[in-house]
T-cell receptor
Framework: EAQVTQNPRYLITVTGKKLTVTCSQN?????MSWYRQDPGLGLRQIYY???????DKGDVPEGYKVSRKEKRNFPLILESPSPNQTSLYFC???????????FGPGTRLLVL | AQKITQTQPGMFVQEKEAVTLDCTYD???????LFWYKQPSSGEMIFLIY??????QNATEGRYSLNFQKARKSANLVISASQLGDSAMYFC??????????FGSGTKLNVKP
């Protein structure tokens, strides 16, 4: 089944404790992206990747890191999480950047 | 600067009636893409419809159509014959600057029986 998977789906952590949210797609998509969703703000793009080893900042990259060592994986790293990073995070992928994105199920993060 | 605007935080529609969800955008690019997504209460993001800036015909996908008015920079979603399962958040999004996506703040649609 073609899909985008994210893990974990739910995470509670404390300020400053490094964490990684994994994202994997099995559709051989070139374009992958991370978003955060906050009430009243819609989705905001954090980082995106056009292909392996090609990543760039989106609208709200501060406090986040990404890497794209393999085509299928695009992990989101929070080196030192803070409470303002409490949010719902989505990973998405598309065959090419200009095509429809397919979203993962979301990861709900709470930073205490 | 705000790139994409959805002015209706919430809307009600009677089952079986049509409803229009508004979306306006701001870009000086000539080439861009417009998307609509549905987010039910379960949280997943579901792609509904796509319109390219050079497409002359309005996009349609089943009961969904996109009323694209390029000069007015609007890309309204029309849902015909609303169903109870259409109750959800709806997001408009624009792809421009080659590879950046911007989403609107969403419209919560409630379909009344």
């Amino acid at each position: 089944e073609a899909q985008v998977t994210q893990n974990p789906r739910y995470l509670i952590t404390v300020t400053g404790k490094k964490l990684t949210v994994t994202c994997s797609q099995n559709m051989n998509h070139e374009y992958m992206s991370w978003y955060r969703q906050d009430p009243g703000l819609g989705l905001r793009q954090i980082y995106y990747s056009m292909n392996v080893e090609v990543t760039d900042k989106g609208d709200v990259p501060e406090g986040y890191k990404v890497s794209r060592k393999e085509k299928r994986n695009f992990p989101l790293i929070l080196e030192s999480p803070s409470p303002n990073q409490t949010s719902l995070y989505f990973c998405a992928s598309s065959r090419k950047y200009q095509e429809t994105q397919y979203f993962g199920p979301g990861t709900r993060l709470l930073v205490l | 600067a705000q790139k994409i605007t959805q002015t209706q935080p919430g809307m009600f529609v009677q089952e079986k009636e049509a409803v229009t969800l508004d979306c306006t955008y701001d870009t000086s690019d000539q080439s861009y893409g417009l998307f609509w997504y549905k987010q039910p209460s379960s949280g997943e993001m579901i792609f509904l419809i796509y319109q390219g800036s050079y497409d002359e015909q309005n996009a349609t996908e089943g009961r969904y159509s996109l009323n694209f008015q390029k000069a007015r920079k609007s890309a309204n979603l029309v849902i015909s014959a609303s169903q109870l399962g259409d109750s959800a958040m709806y997001f408009c999004a624009i792809l421009y600057n080659i590879n950046k996506f911007y989403f609107g703040s969403g419209t919560k649609l409630n379909v009344k029986p």
